[in-house]
């Protein structure tokens, strides 16, 4: 009979090492339709229709955001998907590298709203609006309760109310009439080109401004269509620009900002008016912005100014020192002696006759 031997300790360490099991992770019991996505987030799920709208981008037939913006809004979605993975305990080898003050709060805020506006510039009849939109809901639905609201949220330091007062009231009709206007004709399709056929002796039976065949006559013309304001270089940029200026109108009054920051709606003013007047054509889209950046000329004027109405109140000193003036107009009727009866009556006794 073979002979029992004790394991030494490395043998039962080695032994309780291949039995180990790791911590079994609880049972998924969130909706069913995030049990696939990494960390159940909305967010990483909206992350990822954003990449896949950005994808088919690239194909010249679609929509797009240009180089830059589809760039930031990459590693944009690179930072909001670390940070909703380090908030749920998960690591992925991609982006787990990645520290923490790379994405502080500011970072979901600033992508969801870039994505928000973002929305504009990528509508046609196609998947890719569908995806944009949708990846962009689940966005704001999610990050709204974590970043947006509540007591420290971003939205507690905007009023959208203000809007609506004073001059910024004007911004907003520009910035709609701005908005609006991208979406009309800014450059008309390139005409056909024409040739003139039979000799001169056919005289004026000579055929005139005859289209030219091409070689494809089905597909031939499919490319000369005309453009919207959207379709011109950097229209994402100065749409962003035209948006920002209403989210910086919409600050509250006790807000911290620095001094420079009242010359802000200038600079947009500049930059929307320069792009307009490069873009210039006798069509419906330049003009109608050219008439949007109108009103919002005048509002930089009075922010510039330091001025948040058209006519400004009078100082506090001032109707005090009006106030004093009138009691002392009053205390000055009243010094005069007032005649009583007795005197009003001597005086007429002694008149003669």
Known sequence: MPEYKTPTAAQQVAEDERTEVGPVKPPYTGPKWLE???????????VILHLIALGLSILPSLAGLGPFWSFVMLMGGVLVVARELRATGEAHPLISWIPASFHPPYVPAVYTALAVAFVLPLLELSPLPLLWMGGTALLVRDQWDKVFAGPEGYAQLFD??????????????????CVLALFFTW?????????????????????QNVPRPTTDVVYGGLGQVALGGYSLPVAPTVEVALLGLLVLLMLRPEVDRPEWLRFVPAGV?????????????????????????????????FQALGREEFIPPLPEDRYESEEASEGGDEASEQSWPVDSADDITARDEDLPG
């Open 36 to 46: 696939h996505v990494p960390g159940h987030s909305p967010s990483v799920l909206g």
């Open 187 to 207: 450059m008309p399709p390139p005409r056909m080109p024409v040739s003139y056929l039979g000799p001169p002796s056919y005289g004026p039976l000579r055929g």
């Open 269 to 301: 003013t500049v930059i929307a008016l320069t792009w307009a007047l490069v873009n210039l054509r006798l069509e419906v889209g330049p003009i109608a912005f050219l008439v949007g950046v109108v009103p919002l000329g005048i509002v930089a004027v």
């Open 160 to 177: 959208p109310r203000a809007l609506t007062r004073g001059p910024r009231l004007l911004a907003l009709v520009g910035v709609g009439v």
